[in-house]
């Protein structure tokens, strides 16, 4: 599995607009036969900061991702809103998608 965490810093001003500027991308991104997961999240400590976890079955399916036309769509859309080049990980981890943490459990 391809797991990759982006973090996207964004312009003051675009902060209230980089979710719906980015939600075609997301629904698209889901769609795609090898995505595994494509969720985004915000900073509680820069509200100008979202983070992006997405992981793909396989490199083909994350090259074929890179490769759409949402994908291209989105990186045009996205230069206009962020204030600084993202940071990202991107790594090849074994499994299919989450594992369960063993160190909390709920209680009864």
């Known amino acids: 599995m391809i797991f990759i965490a982006v973090r996207f810093t ?3 001003a675009e902060r209230d607009n980089w979710l719906p500027a980015v939600e075609d991308f997301t629904l698209a991104t889901r769609q795609e036969p090898g995505n ?7 900073s509680v ?3 100008d900061q979202f983070v992006l976890l997405e992981a793909f079955a396989s490199p083909e399916a994350g090259a074929a991702h890179v490769r759409s036309a ?5 990186m045009d859309t996205m230069a206009d809103l962020v204030a600084e080049v993202p940071e990202i990980i991107n790594v090849e981890v074994p499994g299919e998608g989450w ?3 063993a160190e909390v459990q709920p209680r009864s």
Request: charged share 20%; net charge neutral.
């Open 99 to 101: 594992s369960r943490m």
């Open 10 to 12: 964004v312009r003051t």
């Open 45 to 47: 400590e820069n509200p």
């Open 70 to 74: 949402h994908f291209a769509a989105a």
């Open 36 to 42: 595994v997961f494509f969720d985004w999240s915000y």
